[in-house]
């Protein structure tokens, strides 16, 4: 047969001098070594963001659940409150819905979180740590300063003290008083919502985000007219 | 036949310029530099994303341990000095109520049905252990301090630990045997100092830890007057709870019980509203 010859052929070649044999070992070294190599660059860059399975600890997903979480977790504190104390129809109708619709996307970002096999809070008490890109440096948050990344307070969120002048109210001033911390509140949690609307990696992540984007927009200006309807001025708006 | 001539003279070219390789064979240094080409590559990517999670990870790395997760679902375990204790939850008393509990400050066992606001809460004077225990249930972590041992900067860097974050309050325990007592539903960890770095491992391993605590996704919201009041909170009671008191295994009284099936239920009078 023809194949038979061509091996007698190759096999009828002179055995390999020394030098070549060095230089077949190199490049076989060098061979394994390029293949393990692409082996473990291959499996790192599946166990990155945007690879499958859970996302990391320090990816835009699981920080926007778990600050978001807790953003929310303010605004359904404050909704509540509203809801029992004021006695204003359409003021305890936008309570209503804010507290019931921000508690069921807390619950489903907890749920997201357990299934990630990742902790409900942010560790080491600070926020939006997760926020790296030049959106965020440029407002100031997120991860501006690699020492001590993150805030400790995220935009829009009340403090102690105005939580508790709002408890003390009743009435017009209550109902003015909600509807400004409310409507600063919604103005702050757009950054984040932004961000992970734009590098969130899981989809339904990014859904979420848009969802929120859009649905606390029309709020927003719900929330703005109903203050003013009520001879309120709304606060300034967070950094 | 033409082609099958034409292929053995091929081959026999090829064995002669093979002939002449091997007595001459060149440096394969195409292969060598492609190869190398693949390792600097592949290596430069590797390492770059390696060192660049590294040093994200570094940070944490200090709480990682204390991180809970399915594979270390109470890292309170790894933690020295926390006292564990088994307690039955929902059991509910009166705000009038006492409850005999078994551990000074109590972290678990019956409570009142109003649980304290523990949002960050920072309560200046003792409040009524009654109520802050249904917060343990919710999750929180409270942490308990001597007024006489912890003050000022001491005082600062546990209040940073509360204000601005969620499932989670102290307040003043006059009769406190440490500086400083955490507790978390069925976990307690007393010390010495504020200083104490089991502190934030505590805080990092229990709080809203969801293999820990009794009622998944509970509230930390109060209703305030009439129910919890966080600016005027019913306060710690240091006196003896006394013979009255609810015993550690008290279950609230069962609902009356209502009318048998098929039994129509008593119906108002007419005429007897009033």
Same mark, same amino acid.
């Given at each position: 047969?023809?194949?038979? =010859?061509? *091996?007698?052929?190759?096999? @009828?070649?002179?055995?390999?001098?020394?030098? @070549?044999?060095?230089? %077949?070992?190199?490049?076989?070294?060098?061979?394994? !070594?390029?293949?393990? !190599?692409?082996?473990?660059?291959?499996?790192?860059?599946?166990?990155?963001?945007?690879?499958?399975?859970?996302?990391? @600890?320090? @990816?835009?997903?699981?920080?926007?659940?778990?600050?978001?979480?807790?953003?929310?977790?303010?605004?359904?504190?404050?909704?509540?409150? *509203?809801?029992?104390?004021?006695? =204003?129809?359409?003021?305890?109708?936008?309570?209503?819905?804010?507290?019931?619709?921000?508690?069921?996307?807390?619950? %489903?970002?907890?749920?997201?979180?357990?299934?990630?096999?990742?902790?409900?809070?942010?560790?080491?008490?600070?926020?939006?740590?997760?926020?790296?890109?030049?959106?965020?440096?440029?407002?100031?948050?997120?991860?501006?300063?690699?020492?001590?990344?993150?805030? =400790?307070?995220?935009?829009?969120?009340?403090?102690?003290?105005?939580?508790? %002048?709002?408890?003390?109210?009743?009435?017009?001033?209550?109902?003015?008083?909600? !509807?400004?911390?409310?409507?600063?509140?919604?103005?702050?949690?757009?950054?984040?919502?932004?961000?992970?609307?734009?590098?969130?990696?899981?989809?339904?992540?990014?859904?979420?985000?848009?969802?929120?984007?859009?649905?606390?927009?029309?709020?927003?200006?719900?929330?703005?007219?109903? !203050?003013?309807?009520?001879?309120?001025?709304?606060?300034?708006?967070?950094? | 036949?033409?082609?099958?001539? #034409? &292929?053995?003279?091929?081959?026999? #070219?090829?064995?002669?310029?093979?002939?002449?390789?091997?007595?001459?064979?060149?440096?394969?240094?195409?292969?060598?530099?492609?190869?190398?080409?693949?390792?600097?590559?592949? $290596?430069?990517?590797?390492?770059?994303?390696?060192?660049?999670?590294?040093?994200?990870?570094?940070?944490?790395?200090?709480?990682?341990?204390?991180?809970?997760?399915?594979? /270390?679902?109470?890292?309170?375990?790894?933690?020295?000095?926390?006292?564990?204790?088994?307690?039955?939850?929902?059991?509910?008393?009166?705000?009038?109520?006492?409850?005999?509990?078994?551990?000074?400050?109590?972290? $678990?066992?019956?409570?009142? $049905?109003?649980?304290?606001?523990?949002?960050? #809460?920072?309560?200046?004077?003792?409040?009524?252990?009654? /109520?802050?225990?249904?917060?343990?249930?919710?999750?929180?972590?409270?942490?308990? +301090?001597?007024?006489?041992?912890?003050?000022?900067?001491?005082?600062?860097?546990?209040?940073?630990?509360?204000?601005?974050?969620?499932?989670?309050?102290?307040?003043?325990?006059?009769?406190?045997?440490?500086?400083?007592?955490?507790?978390?539903? $069925?976990?307690?960890?007393?010390?010495?100092?504020?200083?104490?770095?089991?502190?934030?491992?505590?805080?990092?391993?229990?709080?809203? /830890?969801?293999?820990? +605590?009794?009622?998944?996704?509970?509230?930390?919201?109060?209703?305030?007057?009439?129910?919890?009041?966080?600016?005027?909170?019913?306060?710690?009671?240091?006196?003896?709870?006394?013979?009255?008191?609810?015993?550690? /295994?008290?279950?609230?009284?069962?609902?009356?019980?209502?009318?048998?099936?098929?039994?129509?239920?008593?119906?108002?009078?007419?005429? &007897?509203?009033?």
């Amino acid at each position: 047969m023809a194949d038979q =010859d061509a *091996a007698a052929e190759i096999g @009828s070649d002179q055995p390999p001098a020394e030098t @070549s044999t060095a230089m %077949r070992v190199l490049v076989i070294s060098v061979a394994v !070594l390029a293949v393990l !190599l692409l082996g473990a660059a291959g499996g790192l860059l599946l166990g990155l963001p945007g690879g499958r399975g859970a996302p990391a @600890s320090n @990816s835009v997903d699981v920080g926007f659940a778990q600050d978001m979480s807790v953003h929310h977790r303010q605004a359904v504190q404050m909704a509540g409150w *509203a809801r029992d104390h004021s006695t =204003d129809q359409a003021v305890r109708q936008i309570a209503f819905d804010i507290e019931t619709s921000q508690l069921g996307q807390v619950g %489903r970002m907890e749920g997201w979180l357990g299934l990630w096999d990742k902790p409900e809070l942010p560790a080491s008490g600070k926020y939006m740590k997760w926020m790296t890109g030049p959106e965020a440096v440029a407002h100031g948050h997120g991860a501006t300063n690699p020492a001590d990344p993150g805030v =400790d307070v995220m935009p829009g969120m009340y403090t102690q003290q105005e939580w508790q %002048r709002l408890r003390s109210l009743s009435g017009r001033e209550l109902d003015v008083a909600f !509807l400004q911390l409310m409507l600063r509140h919604h103005q702050g949690g757009t950054q984040m919502m932004e961000y992970a609307a734009k590098y969130a990696t899981n989809p339904q992540v990014k859904n979420l985000a848009q969802s929120m984007l859009l649905s606390q927009g029309k709020e927003t200006q719900t929330l703005r007219t109903l !203050l003013t309807a009520r001879g309120g001025q709304p606060l300034p708006p967070p950094s | 036949m033409a082609s099958g001539k #034409n &292929s053995k003279q091929a081959r026999r #070219n090829a064995s002669a310029a093979r002939a002449a390789a091997a007595i001459k064979k060149p440096k394969p240094w195409g292969l060598v530099a492609a190869l190398v080409a693949i390792v600097v590559f592949a $290596g430069g990517v590797f390492g770059f994303v390696y060192f660049q999670q590294a040093d994200k990870q570094a940070k944490l790395d200090a709480l990682a341990p204390f991180t809970p997760s399915q594979s /270390n679902q109470d890292p309170s375990k790894q933690i020295k000095g926390v006292v564990f204790k088994d307690y039955k939850p929902q059991s509910h008393v009166s705000p009038a109520d006492r409850v005999a509990y078994d551990q000074s400050p109590a972290f $678990g066992g019956p409570h009142d $049905g109003y649980w304290a606001a523990c949002m960050g #809460n920072v309560y200046e004077r003792p409040v009524r252990t009654e /109520n802050m225990v249904h917060s343990l249930e919710h999750g929180a972590v409270w942490i308990a +301090y001597h007024p006489d041992k912890v003050k000022d900067d001491d005082l600062d860097a546990l209040k940073k630990r509360v204000v601005n974050q969620q499932f989670i309050m102290m307040s003043p325990y006059p009769t406190l045997d440490s500086a400083v007592s955490l507790q978390s539903w $069925g976990r307690q960890l007393k010390v010495d100092s504020a200083d104490d770095e089991r502190i934030d491992q505590f805080i990092h391993a229990l709080r809203r /830890n969801q293999y820990t +605590y009794p009622e998944l996704n509970a509230s930390c919201d109060a209703l305030g007057p009439g129910a919890f009041d966080p600016d005027n909170p019913p306060p710690f009671d240091a006196t003896p709870p006394g013979p009255d008191a609810k015993p550690m /295994n008290y279950e609230p009284p069962a609902p009356p019980p209502s009318g048998q099936p098929g039994q129509p239920q008593p119906q108002p009078q007419p005429g &007897s509203g009033g």
